[in-house]
Protein backbone atom coordinates (compact mmCIF):
# COMPACT_ATOMS: atom_id res chain seq x y z
CA UNK A 1 0.00 0.00 0.00
CA UNK A 2 1.54 3.44 -0.81
CA UNK A 3 1.85 6.40 1.58
CA UNK A 4 0.62 9.53 0.93
CA UNK A 5 3.26 12.20 1.03
CA UNK A 6 2.72 15.60 2.96
CA UNK A 7 5.90 17.10 1.56
CA UNK A 8 5.80 15.53 -1.96
CA UNK A 9 2.17 17.07 -2.14
CA UNK A 10 3.02 20.42 -1.44
CA UNK A 11 5.89 20.39 -4.09
CA UNK A 12 3.44 19.47 -6.42
CA UNK A 13 0.85 21.56 -5.30
CA UNK A 14 2.91 24.47 -6.13
CA UNK A 15 4.63 23.44 -9.49
CA UNK A 16 7.96 22.71 -7.93
CA UNK A 17 8.19 19.19 -8.80
CA UNK A 18 9.58 18.47 -11.91
CA UNK A 19 8.55 15.60 -14.28
CA UNK A 20 10.41 13.00 -15.35
CA UNK A 21 12.69 14.88 -18.42
CA UNK A 22 10.57 13.41 -20.86
CA UNK A 23 11.64 16.38 -23.43
CA UNK A 24 15.31 16.19 -23.05
CA UNK A 25 17.32 16.94 -26.24
CA UNK A 26 18.99 13.15 -26.63
CA UNK A 27 19.54 13.99 -30.21
CA UNK A 28 23.77 13.87 -30.37
CA UNK A 29 25.79 17.50 -30.12
CA UNK A 30 27.69 19.39 -33.03
CA UNK A 31 30.10 21.96 -30.74
CA UNK A 32 31.32 25.03 -33.25
CA UNK A 33 34.00 27.54 -31.65
CA UNK A 34 34.16 30.62 -32.80
CA UNK A 35 36.84 33.25 -32.72
CA UNK A 36 36.06 36.67 -34.07
CA UNK A 37 37.90 40.00 -33.94
CA UNK A 38 35.07 41.22 -32.15
CA UNK A 39 37.20 43.85 -30.44
CA UNK A 40 40.51 45.99 -32.01
CA UNK A 41 41.42 46.69 -35.30
CA UNK A 42 39.84 44.13 -37.48
CA UNK A 43 36.57 45.05 -35.67
CA UNK A 44 34.76 47.02 -37.91
CA UNK A 45 34.90 43.78 -40.74
CA UNK A 46 33.85 41.34 -37.81
CA UNK A 47 30.38 42.96 -37.05
CA UNK A 48 28.68 41.54 -39.68
CA UNK A 49 29.79 38.15 -39.01
CA UNK A 50 29.69 38.03 -35.30
CA UNK A 51 25.98 39.22 -35.88
CA UNK A 52 25.11 36.51 -38.66
CA UNK A 53 27.11 34.11 -36.30
CA UNK A 54 24.68 34.64 -33.40
CA UNK A 55 21.68 34.73 -35.73
CA UNK A 56 22.59 31.17 -37.32
CA UNK A 57 23.23 30.00 -33.22
CA UNK A 58 19.84 30.97 -32.52
CA UNK A 59 18.21 29.63 -35.82
CA UNK A 60 19.99 26.21 -34.94
CA UNK A 61 18.37 25.93 -31.48
CA UNK A 62 15.00 26.43 -32.91
CA UNK A 63 15.53 24.00 -35.99
CA UNK A 64 13.89 20.87 -34.53
CA UNK A 65 14.18 19.02 -37.43
CA UNK A 66 18.36 18.63 -37.26
CA UNK A 67 19.17 15.64 -36.56
CA UNK A 68 21.47 17.18 -33.64
CA UNK A 69 21.67 19.92 -31.23
CA UNK A 70 23.79 22.79 -31.77
CA UNK A 71 26.23 24.44 -29.46
CA UNK A 72 28.54 27.27 -29.80
CA UNK A 73 31.15 28.71 -27.39
CA UNK A 74 32.50 31.73 -28.58
CA UNK A 75 35.96 34.07 -27.85
CA UNK A 76 36.88 37.44 -28.99
CA UNK A 77 40.76 37.60 -30.06
CA UNK A 78 41.25 41.54 -29.57
CA UNK A 79 42.43 41.64 -33.63
CA UNK A 80 45.86 39.52 -31.95
CA UNK A 81 47.02 36.98 -34.13
CA UNK A 82 48.33 35.40 -30.60
CA UNK A 83 45.11 35.59 -28.61
CA UNK A 84 43.36 33.54 -31.43
CA UNK A 85 46.08 31.33 -31.42
CA UNK A 86 45.63 30.67 -27.56
CA UNK A 87 41.42 30.87 -28.15
CA UNK A 88 41.58 27.91 -30.69
CA UNK A 89 43.88 25.93 -28.80
CA UNK A 90 40.72 26.23 -25.77
CA UNK A 91 38.19 25.39 -27.96
CA UNK A 92 40.06 22.52 -29.35
CA UNK A 93 41.12 20.99 -25.94
CA UNK A 94 39.10 22.33 -23.21
CA UNK A 95 35.80 23.12 -24.74
CA UNK A 96 36.10 20.08 -26.87
CA UNK A 97 34.17 21.37 -30.12
CA UNK A 98 34.10 19.79 -33.32
CA UNK A 99 34.55 22.79 -35.27
CA UNK A 100 36.72 25.88 -35.47
CA UNK A 101 35.60 28.99 -37.21
CA UNK A 102 38.61 31.19 -36.86
CA UNK A 103 39.78 33.82 -37.51
CA UNK A 104 38.39 37.24 -39.10
CA UNK A 105 41.45 37.87 -40.78
CA UNK A 106 44.68 36.98 -42.69
CA UNK A 107 47.31 36.96 -39.79
CA UNK A 108 45.21 35.17 -37.15
CA UNK A 109 44.35 32.50 -40.16
CA UNK A 110 47.61 31.46 -40.90
CA UNK A 111 48.59 31.52 -36.77
CA UNK A 112 46.14 29.42 -36.00
CA UNK A 113 46.50 26.96 -38.89
CA UNK A 114 49.72 25.11 -37.33
CA UNK A 115 47.27 24.42 -34.33
CA UNK A 116 44.86 23.27 -36.79
CA UNK A 117 46.64 20.03 -38.34
CA UNK A 118 48.43 19.11 -34.96
CA UNK A 119 44.45 18.91 -33.56
CA UNK A 120 43.75 17.52 -36.52
CA UNK A 121 39.93 19.78 -36.17
CA UNK A 122 38.07 21.18 -39.11
CA UNK A 123 38.78 25.13 -39.59
CA UNK A 124 36.46 27.19 -42.01
CA UNK A 125 38.19 30.68 -42.00
CA UNK A 126 36.95 34.12 -43.12
CA UNK A 127 40.03 35.42 -44.33
CA UNK A 128 40.56 36.49 -47.82
CA UNK A 129 44.00 34.70 -48.58
CA UNK A 130 44.68 31.71 -50.66
CA UNK A 131 47.91 31.48 -48.34
CA UNK A 132 45.21 30.06 -45.31
CA UNK A 133 44.16 27.19 -47.17
CA UNK A 134 46.64 26.61 -49.82
CA UNK A 135 48.80 24.27 -50.85
CA UNK A 136 45.28 22.26 -49.66
CA UNK A 137 46.97 18.85 -49.04
CA UNK A 138 48.94 20.89 -45.91
CA UNK A 139 45.66 22.45 -44.96
CA UNK A 140 43.91 19.07 -44.52
CA UNK A 141 41.69 20.28 -41.99
CA UNK A 142 41.18 24.47 -42.90
CA UNK A 143 38.49 25.82 -45.42
CA UNK A 144 37.23 28.68 -45.92
CA UNK A 145 34.39 30.95 -47.10
CA UNK A 146 35.68 34.18 -48.17
CA UNK A 147 36.63 34.58 -51.67
CA UNK A 148 40.38 34.89 -52.11
CA UNK A 149 42.18 37.80 -53.43
CA UNK A 150 43.59 35.75 -56.25
CA UNK A 151 40.07 35.22 -57.49
CA UNK A 152 38.99 38.84 -56.97
CA UNK A 153 42.04 40.19 -58.55
CA UNK A 154 42.13 38.42 -61.65
CA UNK A 155 38.47 39.80 -62.50
CA UNK A 156 39.60 43.10 -60.99
CA UNK A 157 42.88 42.79 -63.39
CA UNK A 158 40.83 41.63 -65.89
CA UNK A 159 38.74 44.68 -65.71
CA UNK A 160 41.70 47.16 -65.76
CA UNK A 161 43.16 45.47 -69.14
CA UNK A 162 39.42 46.14 -71.09
CA UNK A 163 39.65 49.39 -69.84
CA UNK A 164 42.85 50.29 -71.68
CA UNK A 165 45.20 50.79 -68.50
CA UNK A 166 48.35 49.75 -68.70
CA UNK A 167 50.55 51.57 -66.55
CA UNK A 168 48.88 50.80 -62.18
CA UNK A 169 50.38 51.73 -58.88
CA UNK A 170 49.35 49.32 -55.89
CA UNK A 171 48.59 50.79 -52.08
CA UNK A 172 48.13 47.91 -49.43
CA UNK A 173 48.74 47.12 -46.34
CA UNK A 174 52.43 46.19 -44.47
CA UNK A 175 50.48 43.04 -43.16
CA UNK A 176 50.27 39.22 -44.23
CA UNK A 177 46.87 40.20 -46.10
CA UNK A 178 48.34 43.37 -47.63
CA UNK A 179 51.36 40.51 -48.73
CA UNK A 180 48.98 38.40 -49.49
CA UNK A 181 47.38 40.71 -51.92
CA UNK A 182 50.45 42.59 -53.56
CA UNK A 183 51.75 38.88 -53.88
CA UNK A 184 48.77 38.12 -56.33
CA UNK A 185 48.18 41.42 -58.15
CA UNK A 186 52.00 41.65 -58.84
CA UNK A 187 51.99 38.13 -60.27
CA UNK A 188 48.62 38.16 -62.18
CA UNK A 189 49.11 41.63 -63.35
CA UNK A 190 52.99 40.69 -64.66
CA UNK A 191 51.12 37.11 -66.10
CA UNK A 192 48.80 39.27 -68.21
CA UNK A 193 50.99 42.09 -69.24
CA UNK A 194 49.55 45.07 -66.59
CA UNK A 195 52.96 47.27 -65.72
CA UNK A 196 52.92 47.80 -61.96
CA UNK A 197 54.70 51.37 -61.46
CA UNK A 198 54.52 52.01 -57.46
CA UNK A 199 54.01 50.06 -55.03
CA UNK A 200 53.33 51.56 -51.52
CA UNK A 201 52.50 49.92 -48.04
CA UNK A 202 50.89 51.60 -45.08
CA UNK A 203 49.70 50.14 -41.29
CA UNK A 204 46.47 49.09 -40.08
CA UNK A 205 46.32 51.66 -37.50
CA UNK A 206 48.27 54.50 -39.59
CA UNK A 207 46.81 57.79 -39.94
CA UNK A 208 48.74 60.26 -41.87
CA UNK A 209 48.71 58.28 -46.05
CA UNK A 210 50.18 61.84 -47.29
CA UNK A 211 53.98 60.55 -48.08
CA UNK A 212 52.55 57.63 -49.97
CA UNK A 213 50.07 59.37 -51.65
CA UNK A 214 52.33 61.50 -52.98
CA UNK A 215 54.85 59.25 -54.33
CA UNK A 216 51.65 57.18 -56.15
CA UNK A 217 50.22 60.63 -57.48
CA UNK A 218 53.72 61.83 -58.74
CA UNK A 219 54.25 58.67 -60.66
CA UNK A 220 50.88 59.08 -62.89
CA UNK A 221 49.31 55.74 -63.02
CA UNK A 222 46.10 54.77 -65.14
CA UNK A 223 44.95 53.52 -62.18
CA UNK A 224 45.82 52.82 -58.45
CA UNK A 225 44.66 49.46 -56.53
CA UNK A 226 44.18 49.39 -53.11
CA UNK A 227 44.22 46.12 -50.72
CA UNK A 228 43.15 46.59 -47.33
CA UNK A 229 40.26 47.18 -45.21
CA UNK A 230 38.68 49.95 -43.70
CA UNK A 231 39.12 52.72 -41.81
CA UNK A 232 42.75 52.57 -43.51
CA UNK A 233 41.39 51.64 -47.36
CA UNK A 234 38.62 54.63 -47.02
CA UNK A 235 41.38 56.89 -45.60
CA UNK A 236 44.13 56.38 -47.79
CA UNK A 237 42.11 57.26 -50.57
CA UNK A 238 40.72 60.31 -49.15
CA UNK A 239 44.32 61.48 -49.06
CA UNK A 240 45.33 60.34 -52.78
CA UNK A 241 42.74 62.36 -54.09
CA UNK A 242 43.58 65.34 -51.85
CA UNK A 243 47.18 65.36 -53.39
CA UNK A 244 45.30 65.69 -56.93
CA UNK A 245 45.43 62.08 -58.00
CA UNK A 246 41.96 61.98 -60.27
CA UNK A 247 42.44 58.60 -62.13
CA UNK A 248 40.44 55.14 -61.39
CA UNK A 249 40.74 53.81 -57.83
CA UNK A 250 40.24 49.91 -56.93
CA UNK A 251 39.47 47.96 -54.58
CA UNK A 252 40.22 44.48 -53.00
CA UNK A 253 37.06 43.17 -51.28
CA UNK A 254 38.16 43.90 -47.70
CA UNK A 255 36.48 47.41 -48.74
CA UNK A 256 33.43 45.92 -49.86
CA UNK A 257 31.60 46.84 -46.46
CA UNK A 258 29.80 50.32 -45.54
CA UNK A 259 32.45 50.98 -43.47
CA UNK A 260 34.01 52.38 -46.59
CA UNK A 261 31.61 54.15 -47.97
CA UNK A 262 31.18 55.65 -44.36
CA UNK A 263 34.87 56.54 -43.39
CA UNK A 264 35.76 57.69 -47.33
CA UNK A 265 32.50 59.57 -47.55
CA UNK A 266 33.28 61.88 -50.72
CA UNK A 267 36.39 60.41 -51.57
CA UNK A 268 34.72 57.04 -52.06
CA UNK A 269 32.87 58.16 -54.83
CA UNK A 270 33.54 56.42 -57.96
CA UNK A 271 35.68 53.56 -56.12
CA UNK A 272 35.36 50.05 -58.06
CA UNK A 273 35.34 47.31 -55.60
CA UNK A 274 35.72 43.27 -55.39
CA UNK A 275 32.33 42.08 -53.85
CA UNK A 276 30.04 38.98 -53.88
CA UNK A 277 26.51 38.75 -55.45
CA UNK A 278 25.15 39.77 -51.95
CA UNK A 279 26.12 43.55 -52.22
CA UNK A 280 23.99 43.62 -55.62
CA UNK A 281 21.79 41.11 -55.67
CA UNK A 282 18.70 43.19 -56.19
CA UNK A 283 20.53 44.38 -59.83
CA UNK A 284 20.67 40.48 -60.52
CA UNK A 285 18.14 38.89 -62.54
CA UNK A 286 15.33 37.03 -61.10
CA UNK A 287 15.89 33.89 -62.33
CA UNK A 288 19.78 34.19 -61.25
CA UNK A 289 20.30 30.73 -58.73
CA UNK A 290 21.91 33.00 -56.16
CA UNK A 291 19.58 35.57 -55.72
CA UNK A 292 16.81 33.75 -54.35
CA UNK A 293 19.05 32.64 -51.37
CA UNK A 294 20.75 35.73 -50.50
CA UNK A 295 17.21 36.99 -50.16
CA UNK A 296 16.03 34.71 -47.78
CA UNK A 297 19.15 35.58 -45.90
CA UNK A 298 18.40 39.46 -45.93
CA UNK A 299 14.78 38.93 -44.47
CA UNK A 300 16.16 37.14 -41.67
CA UNK A 301 19.54 39.05 -40.88
CA UNK A 302 17.58 42.28 -41.61
CA UNK A 303 14.79 41.05 -39.48
CA UNK A 304 17.20 41.01 -36.17
CA UNK A 305 19.10 43.95 -36.89
CA UNK A 306 17.68 46.45 -39.13
CA UNK A 307 17.17 46.96 -42.64
CA UNK A 308 19.81 47.81 -45.08
CA UNK A 309 23.14 46.36 -41.99
CA UNK A 310 23.80 43.47 -44.25
CA UNK A 311 27.45 43.06 -45.50
CA UNK A 312 29.20 40.63 -47.28
CA UNK A 313 31.20 39.87 -44.19
CA UNK A 314 27.65 38.72 -42.81
CA UNK A 315 27.02 36.36 -45.75
CA UNK A 316 30.82 34.49 -45.47
CA UNK A 317 30.19 33.86 -42.19
CA UNK A 318 26.88 32.23 -42.77
CA UNK A 319 28.05 29.78 -45.09
CA UNK A 320 31.22 28.92 -42.68
CA UNK A 321 27.96 28.01 -40.13
CA UNK A 322 25.82 26.56 -42.72
CA UNK A 323 28.30 24.18 -44.60
CA UNK A 324 29.07 22.35 -41.26
CA UNK A 325 24.67 22.09 -40.37
CA UNK A 326 24.92 20.61 -43.65
CA UNK A 327 27.41 18.28 -43.51
CA UNK A 328 27.31 17.24 -39.85
CA UNK A 329 23.79 15.56 -40.82
CA UNK A 330 26.03 13.16 -42.78
CA UNK A 331 28.09 12.20 -39.66
CA UNK A 332 25.29 11.51 -37.92
CA UNK A 333 23.29 9.52 -40.82
CA UNK A 334 26.33 7.55 -40.76
CA UNK A 335 26.27 6.79 -36.85
CA UNK A 336 30.04 8.57 -36.29
CA UNK A 337 29.12 11.36 -34.17
CA UNK A 338 29.54 9.45 -31.14
CA UNK A 339 33.40 9.41 -30.82
CA UNK A 340 34.94 13.04 -30.74
CA UNK A 341 37.92 12.29 -32.86
CA UNK A 342 35.86 10.17 -35.53
CA UNK A 343 33.36 13.04 -35.30
CA UNK A 344 35.95 15.54 -36.40
CA UNK A 345 37.72 13.73 -38.84
CA UNK A 346 34.06 12.46 -40.84
CA UNK A 347 33.23 15.89 -40.52
CA UNK A 348 35.60 17.68 -42.15
CA UNK A 349 35.25 14.82 -45.15
CA UNK A 350 31.73 15.42 -45.45
CA UNK A 351 32.86 19.23 -45.69
CA UNK A 352 35.21 18.53 -48.44
CA UNK A 353 32.47 16.77 -50.15
CA UNK A 354 30.25 19.46 -50.47
CA UNK A 355 29.46 19.72 -54.26
CA UNK A 356 27.14 23.02 -55.78
CA UNK A 357 26.15 24.22 -52.40
CA UNK A 358 24.60 27.60 -53.26
CA UNK A 359 25.50 29.80 -50.48
CA UNK A 360 24.72 33.22 -49.65
CA UNK A 361 28.47 34.22 -50.92
CA UNK A 362 28.73 32.08 -53.90
CA UNK A 363 28.45 28.28 -55.14
CA UNK A 364 30.58 26.26 -52.98
CA UNK A 365 32.39 22.85 -54.67
CA UNK A 366 35.27 21.79 -51.96
CA UNK A 367 37.79 19.13 -53.09
CA UNK A 368 40.94 17.65 -51.79
CA UNK A 369 42.74 19.60 -53.83
CA UNK A 370 40.42 22.64 -53.72
CA UNK A 371 39.55 24.12 -50.12
CA UNK A 372 37.83 27.68 -51.58
CA UNK A 373 35.16 25.79 -53.44
CA UNK A 374 34.55 29.14 -55.15
CA UNK A 375 34.78 30.01 -58.94
CA UNK A 376 34.41 33.06 -61.36
CA UNK A 377 30.62 32.82 -61.08
CA UNK A 378 30.96 34.10 -56.97
CA UNK A 379 32.55 37.31 -58.43
CA UNK A 380 31.14 40.62 -59.00
CA UNK A 381 32.43 43.86 -59.80
CA UNK A 382 30.69 47.47 -58.19
CA UNK A 383 31.09 51.03 -58.18
CA UNK A 384 30.30 53.75 -54.93
CA UNK A 385 27.93 56.17 -56.10
CA UNK A 386 25.74 58.63 -54.39
CA UNK A 387 26.98 56.82 -51.18
CA UNK A 388 25.78 53.05 -52.53
CA UNK A 389 27.25 49.97 -54.42
CA UNK A 390 26.06 49.41 -58.09
CA UNK A 391 26.41 46.33 -59.88
CA UNK A 392 29.24 47.98 -62.52
CA UNK A 393 28.71 47.21 -66.30
CA UNK A 394 31.37 44.87 -67.74
Known amino acids: MSRFNPLLACLACAGLLLAPAAH ?67 LIQEDRVHLVI ?29 SVIEPAEAHRFTFKTPLTDRLMIDHTVDYMLKQG ?14 EGGWVEFNQIAKRKGLEIIAAERFSRGDTNFTPQALRVAQKKPDAVYFHAIPP ?116 RDAIEATHEYRGVNGFFSYSPADHLGLDRRSTFLVTVKDGKFELLGE
Open 102 to 130: CCTTTPASLAVNKVIEEERVPNLSLAAAA
Open 232 to 347: SSALATETLRRVGYKGPVLHGAGSATPAFIAVGKKAAEGAIVGTSALTVYRQLPDDHPLKSVIAAFIQAYDGKYGAGKTDMFAAQAHDTVQIPLLAYRQVVAAGKAGDLAQARLAL
Open 24 to 90: ADDRPELRIGVVSSVTGGASAIATGAVAAINLMEERAAADATLPFRVTFVKYDDGSDPARAVNATRK
Open 165 to 178: WKKVAFMGLEDSYG
